[in-house]
């Protein structure tokens, strides 16, 4: 049996009149850069997620990148943000020129520790970028806790996390900014790249759609320097027309995953820690992933491929230790759970499209693997601690999928 990481085809097929008349209907209006019909997707965005403005922008990684330069964040600054995350998380903060501070993950989510965040807080620090990783929340009420008393800013990295909730909030709507992708893979992906941002601050708002055309307030007069951040008016439709279908796929993966733990509770239970299933802790969690962490992963992964199931790695090499960000300082164990967690995260099909047949052979073959690997180390991270002290900062079917 073939079941692949990810099958777009079966959603288009299930929709396509919808997506085909809405994008045809922007062709016959040959209008194609911002307008009415980005207009619309933006306002249904906004209200979705429960902010009073809705940026549409080019893409995740440039959603994130537009919310820092509307802070005006450069050279001098430090943002502090989770070393296991999709690269353009850190980045974006490098390419404005601030310096990136990395604060370790809690070992049951993978989420960014509010107590490391609260750690690595100095006089130059000017944000904190929370990722709700895989479609859980973080856990943001200490973290808006600590960015208030200090007086900065809080970006949120929503990318994979559209629809989540926690305590009766959605993802992107807590903190100044809110930054989604809608690259294809997401749980709501456009037909190409294209991004988001939210905010309830009206200054913030007006400042970002500013930026998003150059820094253009009026046609040809420029106040700042933006750049060309624009969402097209072609993805803008197909969005939009997906969103009302949004709730019922976020319930077949919730569903899926769901199965998921079930089968594979057994397994888990027998292996002694060989296999860790994800824990949903903060809420409403949307599973853009079903990761879970297995000792012997490459061997594991390769006997899922051999039965013909597609699966990812999120995320090989934790940001302290990418090779660009070497001028930091860091040293492997400094941030040892994101480290340990690059070794053993495995990513499931987990698309609303799977049938019962193709999960429960999913979870037989990863069963069988694990419990045939005898001696392997186990898979869980070690305990929670202390934040390390604060430096000086000088193979699937289908491919990985980014989150901006």
């Known amino acids: 049996m073939k079941v692949p990481l990810l099958d777009l085809t079966a959603q288009y097929a299930a929709i396509r009149e919808e997506l085909d008349d809405a994008v045809a209907r922007v062709v016959r209006s040959q209008r194609f850069v911002l307008g009415p019909v980005v207009e619309a997707c933006e306002a249904a965005m906004a209200g979705y997620v429960g902010a009073r403005h809705g940026i549409g922008v080019s893409s995740g990684t440039d959603a994130l990148l537009l919310a820092l330069m509307a802070e005006g964040i450069g050279p001098g600054d430090e943002v502090v943000t989770t070393p296991f995350s999709f690269f353009a998380t850190a980045g974006v903060i490098a390419r404005v020129g601030a310096t990136p501070v990395f604060a370790d993950v809690d070992p049951v989510t993978l989420n960014i520790d509010p107590a490391g965040v609260a750690e690595r807080i100095t006089e130059r620090t000017r944000a904190i970028i929370p990722v709700h990783l895989f479609g859980q929340m973080a856990e943001m009420a200490p973290i808006l806790d600590v960015a208030r008393e200090q007086g900065i800013a809080v970006i949120e990295d929503a990318a994979q996390a559209i ?119 903060t809420g409403h969690h949307v599973f853009n992933q079903y990761v879970v962490r297995v000792a012997g992963r490459d061997r594991v992964q390769a006997e899922l491929a051999a039965a013909g199931v597609g699966t990812a790695i999120y995320y090989p090499i934790p940001l302290h230790l990418q090779e660009c960000f070497a001028d930091l300082g860091y040293r492997p164990g400094d941030l040892p759970v994101s480290e340990r967690a690059a070794g053993c995260v495995l990513a499931l099909p987990v698309f609303p499209e799977l049938t019962e047949s193709q999960i429960r052979h999913v979870a037989r073959t990863l069963g069988e693997a694990v419990e045939t690997g005898g001696g392997a180390e186990a898979a869980h991270d070690p305990p929670s601690g202390p934040a390390p002290p604060s430096r000086t900062h000088v193979s699937a079917d289908q491919p990985a999928a980014p989150t901006g």
């Open 163 to 281: 629809g989540a909730r926690h305590d009766g909030h959605r993802a992107g709507s807590l903190g100044d900014y809110g930054c989604f992708s809608f690259f294809p893979t997401k749980n709501l992906g456009g037909w190409g790249d294209g991004g988001l941002v939210v905010t309830s601050d009206h200054a913030r708002a007006d400042r970002l759609r500013a930026l998003r055309v150059h820094g253009e307030t009026s046609r040809y007069h420029h106040r700042f320097v933006g750049g060309n951040f624009r969402l097209d008016a072609l993805q803008a439709a197909v969005l939009h027309a997906k969103l009302p279908h949004l709730d019922r796929w976020t319930a077949a993966r919730i569903g899926n995953a769901a199965l998921y733990t079930r089968l594979l509770g057994p397994a888990a239970h027998r292996s002694g820690d060989r296999l860790r299933l994800p824990r949903v802790v």
